[in-house]
């Protein structure tokens, strides 16, 4: 009988120690983004329900396409600039001058919430004619990419004006449908 351990044996041993450890590594280093991830979609949920709130306040202004507003998502990650024609004080306040102010305000949120964010908003369209109460809202941001699983590409609803565009990082969306 032999008493101890060869050689080969510790090496062995060794060997499926080391890939034990990296794959609970692997493991720990997801668990600890997920919270991160689920943060920014709460957030982007919170943005999407803030704005359709300002958009029912101002449902005239909506109706009249007063929202109808380019997108803001370009994949920076910069500040977007604020432009005094933005700003909406009262009595000179008016439905034109309210949603350029609420979709100003929408823009700086997204970007200093969500990384790279932003959002486009599009109405309803019936028989060609823009709906008045009906309209689609994304929220857009960039994540980290962690794992396959996390595809954005196989697993969100991103508009195709922005996910045939900005293809490499692709965008992570939250898709809202609204009616006033």
Known sequence: MQAGFSLVEVLVAILLLSLG?????????????????????????NLASGYVERMRANAEGFASGAY?????????????????????AYPDCNMVSMASMDFAELRIAVRAELPAGGAWMLRDKQGGIASGTD????IVWQEPSIQALLNPTT??????????????????CLYVRFRL
Not at 22 to 44: C, D, G, M, N, V
Not at 68 to 86: F, H, I, M, T
Not at 135 to 138: F, I, K, P, Q, V
């Open 135 to 138: 309209g689609n809202l994304w």
């Open 68 to 88: 109808d507003q380019p997108g803001s998502y370009d994949g920076l990650r910069s500040p977007p600039a604020v432009v005094p024609s933005d700003s909406c």
């Open 21 to 45: 450890i990296l794959t609970l590594s692997a493991t720990l280093s997801f668990a600890t983004q997920a919270p991160k991830l689920s943060a920014y979609r709460a957030a982007a949920v």
């Open 155 to 172: 697993s969100d609803n991103c508009p195709t004006e922005i996910s045939s565009v900005f293809s490499a990082p692709a965008p992570r």
